[in-house]
């Protein structure tokens, strides 16, 4: 499935997708089934993760370079498939290139918008920068939700400590809600970044043992359907042919392979290392 | 203390110190009362940390253009302080530069060899990637010691989250070390981290609680030795003249400022922004 050169000469649209790391997977994961026919080029900055305590210039610098990368490959639409650098680069990645851009901050205000109902409190988990930004803020106010931010800086390193089920990261999680929940009741939580879909199952555990009932609600799944609409429903069809992808990662492509299998939810045959002169 | 300007008046030697980020600051907080006089230009490529859990090749690579820096600064000396990018690009450094280079591995080695006395078995508490070079245990069996090495990729997260003091990161250090002394009884264990010394007290306070009495040794002290060992004792001099040092780091100045400061336990007045070109 990850042979490009079998899969530069299906039909669909070529995809370019990137992350700081692995995190995005959980987006490709969901884009896969979705748009059979396409090809994916996937692009993992792993020499310069993790995204969420730098600054906004230094993620700017890095999401364009790797947009730039992928318009290179011959991409057609772009998907900022992380939380940081869409919050932070948006604007400057769509200056920086000429296709269409799909980040993961509109798509996941809407879902949450729609998860809420009626009721307008919601709760967002994410990084520091992203958290700082305000994006999901300002993105829910728009769609008139009272939003709560927090911060959750341990929950990548735990994520990708393999630690998931763990009961280190149940209390982690108990210490960032105990406290989320005493700012706000919220009838929907989002998942502001790209890894913690992986845990998103202990995240709604420690809201029912926080007598919290709030729906748990992840990005990837809205911004695959936003790339769908972007894209115009014409493109949906090819059903008999697969979905492809290649990936490519700044650093080990070992590590890449066997992390990243994790998020992807299937085997990685290649990665193919990339200097992005970092 | 940080005036450049003023400092480059002194008679002292000028020395170059880097690291990923904040931890060197515990390096050359050991190295500003030893060596009076001394100036000293810090480097945190904060852009691109943490190098811990990153391939061989990208360490190197971003060590190289750290030390280049450094001697293109009028580094007459330089101190990799940092375990990680000693461990896996000691030798890369000191290929690229011509100036003589100092890096914490073989200081820390000796000092836990001094503290393990005539009892062998030493305790190596790292990253991922100092682990997996087995720097220390090479070091340390030159020493005719033998080392265990237990990689604890949480700690550094935990320490920049400010949760030093926390139960979690008592039950994180009862789980690494509960499982390392099921492998080894050491006499002394040796913080293979500069971000470790500031949880210094809860390893100690958690090793007795697993009953065991091993000394514990940090390498900022032995490397500041080495460094005055590596000057000549001729140049140990000016004791009326204080230490001055200006600090350089590659992503956001006011973080450095705020965290550094803990690291180094005094003031940063400034920090300059630097573009290694990531």
């Known amino acids: 499935m990850s042979n490009p050169e079998a899969s530069r000469t299906s039909?669909?649209?070529?995809?370019g997708v990137f992350d700081s790391g692995f995190g995005g997977l959980t987006v490709l994961?969901?884009?896969?089934?979705?748009?059979?026919?396409?090809?994916?080029?996937?692009?993992g900055d792993t020499a310069r993760l993790p995204y969420g305590a730098?600054?906004?210039?230094?993620?700017?610098?890095?999401?364009?370079?790797?947009?730039?990368?992928?318009?290179?490959?011959?991409?057609?639409?772009?998907?900022?498939?992380?939380?940081?650098?869409?919050?932070?680069?948006?604007?400057?990645?769509?200056?920086?290139?000429?296709?269409?851009?799909?980040?993961?901050?509109?798509?996941?205000?809407?879902?949450?918008?729609?998860a809420a109902g009626s009721a307008k409190d919601v709760l967002v988990l994410a990084t520091s920068a992203t958290v700082q930004s305000h994006a999901y803020h300002d993105a829910c106010l728009a769609l008139g939700l009272r939003t709560t931010e927090i911060a959750c800086p341990l929950l990548v390193p735990?994520?990708?400590?393999?630690?998931?089920?763990h009961h280190v990261t149940k209390e982690v999680l108990?210490?960032?809600?105990?406290?989320?929940l005493a700012q706000c009741t919220p009838s929907a939580v989002l998942l502001g970044c790209t890894?913690?879909?992986?845990?998103?199952?202990?995240?709604?555990?420690?809201?029912?043992?926080?007598?919290?009932?709030?729906?748990?609600?992840?990005?990837?799944?809205?911004?695959?359907?936003?790339?769908?609409?972007?894209?115009g429903l014409n493109r949906r069809g090819h059903a008999d042919v697969p979905a492809t992808f290649e990936c490519f990662a700044t650093d080990s492509t070992d590590k890449f392979q066997r992390l990243g299998s994790s998020f992807l939810d299937q085997e990685i045959?290649?990665?193919?290392?990339?200097d992005l002169g970092g």
């Open 174 to 180: 108990r210490i960032y809600l105990k406290d989320a």
């Open 269 to 274: 045959d290649s990665v193919t290392l990339l």
């Open 195 to 231: 890894h913690y879909p992986l845990i998103k199952h202990v995240i709604t555990s420690v809201l029912r043992e926080l007598a919290s009932d709030a729906a748990v609600i992840d990005s990837a799944h809205a911004t695959a359907h936003a790339v769908t609409a972007q894209l």
């Open 11 to 15: 039909r669909g649209p070529v995809i």
């Open 158 to 165: 735990l994520v990708e400590e393999g630690w998931g089920d």
């Open 29 to 43: 994961r969901e884009l896969l089934p979705l748009i059979p026919g396409a090809h994916y080029i996937y692009l």
């Open 54 to 114: 730098k600054s906004r210039e230094t993620i700017a610098r890095y999401a364009v370079s790797s947009a730039q990368f992928l318009e290179q490959q011959g991409a057609e639409l772009l998907v900022i498939a992380c939380n940081t650098a869409t919050a932070l680069a948006l604007q400057d990645v769509r200056l920086a290139v000429t296709l269409p851009v799909v980040g993961v901050i509109e798509p996941g205000a809407s879902a949450v918008a729609h």
